[in-house]
């Protein structure tokens, strides 16, 4: 159920897996974590809030919270697994608007509070063991427009729409 979960949102990271994608963000706010970072990153996503106006994302992130950061990456926490799916769809638009307002370049990734849990234990468990989180870097593929018309052209054409 998990991988199909994690599946639906291959779109949203085009040229990327968005199982792929998760990890690498996951593993990047682990690997120089700070209480002072986190403290930062709550303040200005509570600022940046304020002045969102696109009401899809406000209403999305209004009831996250910020459980890890770094100085480029934060994990935001959902209750519901179907909101962490809503709010990766629109990680490039939150970040765009986040920048704008904090000045501040984060890279965000949301999950579940249930998969906050596991990471958490996973990521004690590391710590005692000693093992480091080294940086990743994420592959960054960019479309143009007529790339993007094509591949929407191929998927939704009608032809290609079937009806039951």
Known sequence: M??????????????????????IRINNSFVNPKKEFLN?????????????????????????????????HAIIQTEIE?????????????????????????????ISKEEWKDLKE???NNLKNKVKYEFVEEKKIE????????IANELFAKEKIEVE
């Open 143 to 150: 479309y143009n427009n007529d790339e993007l018309g094509n």
């Open 2 to 23: 998990e991988n199909d979960t994690l599946n639906s949102n291959k779109e949203y990271f085009p040229g990327n897996n968005y199982v792929d994608i998760k990890e």
């Open 122 to 124: 996973k990521y004690v």
């Open 40 to 72: 930062v990153t709550r303040e200005r996503l509570d600022n940046y809030l304020k002045k969102e106006k696109n009401k899809n994302i406000l209403s999305l992130l209004i009831d996250t919270s910020i459980v890890v950061s770094s100085d480029t």
């Open 82 to 110: 179907a909101t962490s799916h809503l709010i990766n769809a629109l990680l490039s638009e939150i970040e765009a608007n986040y920048k704008k307002v904090t000045k501040d370049e984060l890279k965000f990734i949301a």
